[in-house]
């Protein structure tokens, strides 16, 4: 946790966001909770690295497409967001392509939080974070 509040102290304002989720995810991982990103979170199938893959909240991350098909239900994760997530939960840095990415990423760490450890309270940092990002340049908010 300490590690996680220097390295997020130490970001360039540009890399701010991905330090932050690198650091939840990272976290989110120690306490036991990080979603599956290699093997079915329903059947233990791998699933190979190079594909998108079918992340269920519930689940508790990435499906076969067998389970993806019986569920129904969830977001498409493409290749690089796996990788992301993968290299995060071992302390590893992955920068992302683009702002879009980044909020990508900060809705899917608030929905597998919101699912995994919230008690039904409103989660404003999530949303304060998430409407108000600074830019690096100007110092104003997107």
Known sequence: MAATLDNIAAAPAERAREVTLAGAWRILGELGVAPTIDQCAECDTTIAAASPAMFSHPAGGVLCETCAHL??????LPVEARDALR????????????ARAGRA?????????REHLSDDRPMRAFDVWERETLTASSGVVE
Do not use: K, P
């Not at 569920?71 to 498409?76: F, L, P, Y």
């Not at 290299?87 to 683009?98: F, M």
């Not at 990423?105 to 939080?113: I, S, T």
């Open 71 to 76: 569920r129904r239900s969830g977001r498409t």
């Open 87 to 98: 290299s995060w939960q071992v302390g590893e840095t992955y920068a992302l392509a683009d």
């Open 105 to 113: 990423h900060q809705r899917l760490l608030r929905e597998f939080v």
